[in-house]
């Protein structure tokens, strides 16, 4: 049984920073792709970032680039995303997935184990 456990969560001010960490076991970490995800109030979930199987590609949508960053330690079967200059906006539960295949993706469809979530916000 796949399981995905996500932790880090919490209230910061603008500007802040947190990292969040995503802890995996059931399937072999290192031969699939992970993500983030966030979903915000009335919104659709949205994805956040991708990273590949080894870690050495990842991609962010528009709106965190520059100031979030996903990575992974495969020894550890953990998965990472640093979150800094945070804003108001990027308030949300957030969930890291695992991927169907190793390749890095932002589609959400590739996307098919989830974790219950972890909550950010950020007060202005």
């Known amino acids: 049984q796949v399981q995905l456990v996500e932790s880090g969560g919490g209230s910061v001010q603008t500007g802040g920073s947190l990292r969040l960490s995503c802890a995996a076991s059931?399937?072999?970490?290192?031969?699939?792709?992970m993500g983030w995800f966030r979903q915000a109030p009335g919104k659709e979930r949205e994805i956040v970032a991708g990273?590949?199987?080894?870690?050495?590609?990842?991609l962010y949508v528009d709106s965190v680039k520059g100031r979030f960053t996903i990575s992974r330690d495969n020894a550890k079967n953990t998965m990472y995303l640093q979150m800094n200059g945070l804003k108001p906006e990027d308030t949300a539960v957030y969930y890291c997935?695992?991927?169907?295949?190793?390749?890095?993706?932002?589609?959400?469809?590739?996307?098919?184990?989830w974790g219950q979530g972890t909550q950010v916000t950020v007060s202005s």
């Open positions: 990273i590949s199987r080894s870690g050495g590609s990842t």
């Open positions: 997935a695992s991927g169907d295949g190793g390749l890095v993706t932002l589609r959400r469809e590739r996307y098919v184990y």
């Open positions: 059931g399937r072999t970490f290192s031969a699939y792709a």
